[in-house]
DNA sequence: ATGTCGAGGTACTACGTATAACCGCCGTGA
DNA sequence: TCACGGCGGTTATACGTAGTACCTCGACAT
């Protein structure tokens, strides 16, 4: 064994990459062979090693500061374990938190976590696969990021959707908040508020979730009799988007006292438009909105949403990856939801019985 | 070579992998070796291969939905280049586009990026090197997550600090917002207004950055001859806390006509306490914060704030690892930063005759 | 005295890719 | 006709780790 490392002083070029101590190096201090390291430190070595030598293994591992070469590790069969986030835009806080999930639920797994932010930005869209599926078993995807995953069917991974309508290809794996009990819930505190004429801000984005949304909200409202959906307006996911399009929506007849948005920077559009147009929130206007951001509790007055669990669809994601990758059934997993009730909303104009917003 | 692959019809368990193809398979189908498989879609065939071949190959490797493994790539000398991101939290909006910028930048120079998020958040924190640093070559750090990195240095990964003072350590390389003339704008943009009573909305957390931004911003004022700083309060990193101090700034005497946050959060949290006091903004107070997240145009009104380019910040660190791993000297590189004038800054009371705060 | 057994460890090989080294074949010039 | 060079490939090997098969040696039972 004559391989020079980098031990030798005064090595010539400044590039000298800093080699890493291998398990040979490891082995090499501490008087064993390359395969005992191998045991000690995998924890395999019970009644093979003598705790002596497993010790002065373990000695020598951190007085060289060894960490094993996961990719050699992965080399070796079925051994590689990374799952492949695909999410629409990770600026958004919201994706943010759903990779937040993911991660430390593969952490607890020693699985890891590699991120694919969909085109939609500037700049050319990297080729997730070219780059990074090689080394990937699975991949969660969230709706919104649909379009970047044509190249994927061939590639024949598995595939867990999230914001995805159950059931559509058998072998993939959906994961949901429970918008339709969240719609409900919103619905439910509304007409206790005593709204009839409800307006609803839609993201203006083609997904099943948004479609849900909008048939739930529909339904609910068309379920209790008295209430009614007044107008629909679409919007892209900007405050200022949003702001127009609650403009457009406070201008129908008869004008709705509540707005119910699809999301929370929506419902802070909404809420700009309603005092731009001398309207109070909520005295005269309730509005929604649907996430729970740290903007939900930021604006004024703070806004009455329901919280999604990000965090939960990330970790339920990588819970649902594992589970097809273990070869059980590609199932459809629902979390709930909570509507968070703050100072948005409250009974509308001239129905002064009603309870309070709060 | 009788190796049984994934290809027999009705294997037995359920658990057969799916094998994903190797070169070797796409070498079987083209009726060639391995060794030219790699040659072609390495594009290093050129007088080595016959073009028909060569297109028969990648012809077969399409067909098979052949993806290198970069694991066993980057096996071989050297060729690993993966960096790690240690933030703070990615729940954050600031940190994820901190992120994206560089994931994106990452995809040109055809390396990985990943993410581990420091503790700080609930659940046990996973060790960032047991699991990643194995395959790491370096490490781009916030210096909101220094904690995470005391097991880093005998690590001997190459290092880029965000938000760090420049020089600390010779083999560091830092990037920075131009924090100082970030916090100079806002102060000129307040005395142009015709602010004298400062007040500062400080970020509890112990790092260097929040350190500079009080320095530069009682420099500046002090600078200014008649204007200072009347108070300061210290405060956590949520609109809650952000709130109650403000509320304690503003009960100082003489009360500040302006209050500079540093973090956009915080200036949201104070907006809401001038409002709880009676105090109406900007007429009554001006508020700055810093960031120019999402939040800040969502508000009412919307701030006034310091744009801080996190994209550039993320592809910055990426270049500036890149650079220490292509042996460079370790650079400081310093990022300009933009005042965004929003409806937050106005003339302060008594003062008619100064001009707008759009 | 010798066979047996188990503890304690080593030799070897697979994993998938990249590449250096090599090798046959065919056209060509002497 | 034959040596030769280069074209068009192949063979072999390294990379770092995990694990299996094997090997050795001492203790103990027979």
Redesign the interface.
Known sequence: MSRARGAGPADG???D??NRPTSRDVADRAGVSQATVSLVLRDRWHGRVSPGRAESVREAARAL?Y?????????RL?Q?RTALLVVP?????F???V??GA??MA??H?I????Y?SPG?V?PA?DP???????VDGVIASSMAAEALTGLR???LPLVMLDSEPGLAPAVATVNPDIADGMRQVCAHLLRLGHRDVGHLAAAVDTWTFHARARVLAESLAGAGSARLVATEHSGLT??EATAAAERALRASPRPTALVCDDD?LA??A??AA?RMGLRVPQDLSVTGIDDL??A????PELTTVRLPA?EMGAAGLTALLSVL??REAGNTLLPVELVCRGSTAAPPHVPGAASGR
């Open positions: 070029g400044a590039n990459r800093p500061g960490r094993p070469n996961l990719a050699a590790r992965s080399l079925g590689r835009a990770l600026t958004t806080e994706f943010a938190r990779h937040s991660a430390r952490a607890e020693d890891g976590v590699v991120l932010p930005g700049g990297p696969f070219a780059s990074a599926s090689a080394t061939d590639g024949g405050v200022r920077v802070a559009g809420c700009k005092r740290v903007l509790a930021a604006v004024e965090e273990g070869g």
